[in-house]
């Protein structure tokens, strides 16, 4: 058998393969971005970004109505954004097996929450899966559309950050064979959720998850590994890996699927421990329905709630000892907050609302860092979508001196994904907010994916690029203008006029991303600072580009200098200047 060196999300992607499947939809986000990225390359998967991930599921489950297998994955707060499909089709259930892989994200590297997405699993009564490396990420997506035709469902597979960017060894097997073609079937008592048929559908589903618990409890990744001595651990997911380097030597039920439970399995092996410990990251799912069958278990009274766990927060809850640090630093870093990338087309948008005074109302993107210093220019951030609405409510309870001073502001893929009904609505009542679109034709901050205003598929097929200027007349924008982001006089200027007119406004700021992978960002070259006119202002600080940096021994207060490695020419910095420090280097 081959075997190959996989990240969890790679492991996942050929897990589907290996299993069939025709179909795979998602929505990019960290960290499961990469398991569509993967799939692309697989043949005979037609592997394709969606605008959201109420819209992936849709897809997956189209394609399941058809007796094909999909997969749909997306992170954890996408499921809140598919939660209303996934609810009806757990009691619909499946032609075609479906699986859907939801990454947490613990510790919110790369998130605004930390959500524990097994409790979906729970509210919307479906088995989920959880692997513990690798190789079980595999192994279970291709188990997972098994059980999914098997007892007629769809499935949730969970992953977090460690496994689906860890890596360790898989094995690697072929494609199943023999699978039905897909085909037109007409079934509506079950496939139509009308109030008569969703009533005989439920308790099917109270049923499945009976089947599923009892089918569990002799199933192979629900599995107890001897050890000695009294003491036990239940728990799955990343979280064995961390209770067997920390507590070798316990008796451990490794639980592959984490809902529904095993309930005889579990009473077995705790009848033989005398203290049992229930080891998971973020909430106590586990915890709770174990506490709940009556047994006596350890578990959130000292292990961590919140963040992820490590083995030494394991054994810090356990024993109390800090954890040592095995390879220590002879040095310590300097820090190094997240910021724009130099050129960024985002950058001279925000510092000009800075000067303006307004009160943004932002999104989720790439752009969320001008909430960060030297920036400082965004006020509020929920989630895909909400710049906009969150504008209009505002504005609606605001006083009318401060209307003018609301700004929502999302990028081009954040309003394709939640914001299009955002600005239906804020047009339709006529809140007189001004609406910014980011547009740098790219979803950059997942990682620089395509999406329907790119112009391109997953795939790198070409295709139509979607109209944004018609698009927001067809909502009924009539104070609609397009401004190049690099221009600071006309962007302060846009901004003035929308922001003084009185009625709802749209300003398009576009300019191609620097990252695109295509090279059609435009390139300049850099420039260089003057040291006889810079007089240590650091005005050009304010816009907080990574290219421009300040040389302490240059002079009693210092002056800038243009890392040219860095630099792309942008020419924003030379904007700000006063004192016209900024230029090409031919001209310095």
């Known amino acids: ?115 524990d997405s097994r409790n979906y699993a729970k509210f919307a009564k479906v088995p989920m899966f ?34 689906s960017h860890g890596k360790s060894i898989v094995n690697l097997e072929e494609q199943v064979t023999g699978l039905p073609e897909p085909c037109l079937k007409r079934d509506p008592a079950k496939l139509v959720m009308l109030p008569g048929n969703a009533r005989k559908r439920h308790p099917l589903v109270e049923q499945r998850i009976l089947d599923l618990e009892r089918w569990g409890c002799s199933q192979p990744f629900n599995r107890i590994e001897e050890g000695v001595g009294e003491v036990g651990v239940i728990t799955s997911g990343i979280s064995y890996q961390y209770a067997k380097e920390v507590l070798p030597e316990a008796h451990v039920l490794k639980l592959g699927m984490v809902y529904p439970l095993p309930k005889e399995l579990i009473r077995s092996f705790a009848a033989r421990c005398k203290t049992l410990y229930v080891i998971e990251e973020l909430d106590p799912f586990l915890e709770e329905q174990i506490r709940a069958m009556g047994i006596a278990v350890i578990g959130k009274e000292i292990f961590p709630l919140c963040g992820e766990l490590t083995p030494g927060r394991v054994k810090k809850a356990l024993t109390g000892a800090e954890p040592t640090v095995a390879y220590p630093l002879q040095e310590l870093l300097p820090g190094r907050p997240p910021a724009m990338c130099p050129g960024c087309s985002h950058r001279g948008v925000f510092h000009t609302l800075k000067q303006l005074g307004a009160f943004v109302t932002g999104d989720i993107g790439c752009y969320t860092l001008a909430a960060l210093p030297p920036l400082s220019a965004m006020d509020s951030c929920v989630c895909m979508g909400a710049g906009i609405s969150n504008a209009t409510g505002l504005t609606k309870v605001l006083p009318a001196a401060e209307k003018s001073k609301v700004v929502g502001v999302m990028g081009d893929s954040t309003f394709l994904h939640t914001g299009i009904n955002s600005l239906m609505d804020l047009v339709y009542n006529q809140v007189p907010a001004t609406v910014l679109i980011l547009d740098n034709r790219i979803t950059a901050m997942t990682g620089r994916q395509d999406n329907p205003g790119s112009g391109y598929t997953l795939g790198g097929v070409s295709t139509t690029s979607l109209d944004l200027e018609a698009l927001c007349r067809a909502l009924g924008v009539r104070h609609l203008q397009t401004i190049d982001p690099y221009d600071l006089p006309l962007t302060r200027a846009a901004l003035q006029e929308a922001l003084s007119t009185q009625e709802p406004s749209v300003i398009i700021f576009r300019r191609t991303c620097m990252l695109e992978r295509r090279g059609g960002a435009e390139r300049r070259p850099p420039l260089c600072v003057d040291p006889e006119k810079c007089v240590s202002c650091k005005a050009c600080l304010n816009i907080g580009c990574p290219a421009i940096e300040w040389q302490v021994e240059a002079g009693p207060k210092g002056k800038a200098v243009v890392n040219r490695m860095l630099c792309v020419g942008c020419g924003l910095c030379r904007q700000v200047c006063k004192f016209d420090a900024f230029g090409a280097a031919d001209e310095k």
Request: aromatic content about 8%; cysteine-free; proline content about 5%.
């Open 1 to 115: 058998m081959t075997k190959a060196i996989f990240s969890g999300n790679e492991a996942i992607a050929r897990g589907a393969w290996e299993a069939g499947i025709k179909i795979a939809s998602a929505y990019p986000g960290t960290p499961s971005t990469e398991i569509l990225e993967n799939l692309v390359n697989y043949p005979g998967v037609d592997a394709a970004w969606a605008p959201n991930e109420k819209v992936s599921l849709e897809v997956g489950i189209g394609a399941s109505f058809g007796g094909a297998r999909s997969l749909v994955t997306m992170k954890h707060v996408g499921l809140n954004v598919a939660a209303d499909p996934l609810f009806t089709f757990s009691y619909i259930g499946v032609r075609g097996g479906l699986v859907l892989v939801v990454a947490d994200d613990p510790e919110m590297h790369s998130s605004q929450d930390e959500q």
């Open 130 to 163: 959880e692997p513990a490396d690798s190789e079980e990420a595999r192994v279970f997506t291709r188990l997972a559309f098994e059980v999914s035709e098997q007892f007629d469902t769809p499935v949730l597979l969970r992953s977090t950050t460690r496994i």
